[in-house]
């Protein structure tokens, strides 16, 4: 009888482990923050991003991509967010990775902001400020899908912005629809990253852009890359006024008021991408394999 016993508790406790690793080989998450000022943020097993959301309205920041650097395949999202509950700030690494990347009013990594034609200034963006409100709509244990809504009020334009991520990859998709007075309108955007005031080496090949730059002890791969048949022309915007400067890609949007375009980065310190000629070939072939 004991030894029935004994072997009914160890398949118990092989269950369980077979449980556990079962819940470890979820690779993705995305969810809402209300907890951190209503954060929206995503991951898979490279990277992971935030937005910022309504409770931020009135801050500086806008409708940048915020980049957090990990080098764990496992996610970090929820036990981030959690320690910064209990005063562990997920600004300092402590092992994981950590999110010293600076965002602002800027593009941050991936943003997209309608584009001023007719502005005198270099800096022709006109950015929507925070997502107005989210929708997931897939997780799996190897893809996320979600939507963020924006408005831009003095244009009367709205934006519906779908975000695709999967497992294994550094960038995730977007796909923007943009609307005025619930019909489609085709308009000029601008797709691109931050440069950090000039900080980042910049550049573009074709329908792509990328960064590098070094951020404490390590260096920081950012970029974008549009489909071969979108035509776009690069842009990059050196200004003094703080968070305005960025490598972009002009594009339109076609006559339904949609573009597609990836976004992303790779953290040297993550140990796969280590240097800036990878992180171009990574961009430059991308496309080929999605």
Request: proline share 3%; charged share 20%; net charge negative.
């Amino acid at each position: 009888m004991k030894t029935v016993f004994k072997l009914a508790f160890a398949a118990t406790l092989i269950g369980l482990s077979g449980c556990a690793q079962q819940t470890s080989t979820h690779y993705v998450q995305a969810r809402f923050v209300p907890e951190r000022a209503d954060d929206f943020a995503f991951e898979n097993d490279k990277v992971a991003f935030r937005v910022y959301g309504p409770a931020l309205e009135q801050s500086q920041e806008n409708n940048g991509l915020d980049c957090w650097f990990k080098r764990v395949d496992y996610p970090i999202i929820d036990k981030w967010y959690k320690g910064h509950t209990e005063g562990i700030s997920y600004h300092q690494d402590h092992g994981e990775g950590y999110d010293p990347y600076h965002v602002g009013s800027s593009l941050g990594c991936g943003g997209i902001a309608l584009w001023d034609t007719n502005a005198t200034s270099q800096d022709k963006l006109i950015q929507p400020n925070v997502y107005k409100s989210y929708k997931v709509i897939e997780k799996t244990a190897n893809k996320v899908v979600f939507e963020l809504e924006y408005d831009y009020p003095a244009q009367n334009i709205h934006e519906t912005k779908l975000i695709t991520l999967e497992k294994g990859n550094q960038l995730f998709k977007a796909e923007s629809h943009f609307s005025q007075n619930g019909q489609p309108i085709q308009v000029t955007v601008a797709i691109g990253v931050t440069t950090h005031d000039g900080k980042a080496q910049a550049t573009s090949q074709g329908n792509t852009v990328t960064t590098w730059e070094s951020i404490d002890d390590s260096e920081l791969g950012t970029g974008v890359v549009l489909p071969a048949k979108q035509k776009a022309n690069y842009v990059e915007v050196k200004t003094e006024q703080k968070d305005r400067s960025h490598a972009l890609l002009i594009a339109q949007t076609d006559a339904n008021g949609k573009i597609t375009y990836y976004a992303g980065f790779a953290w040297a310190k993550a140990g796969e991408i280590t240097n800036w000629n990878d992180w171009q070939n990574y961009m430059q072939g991308y496309l080929a394999g999605n």
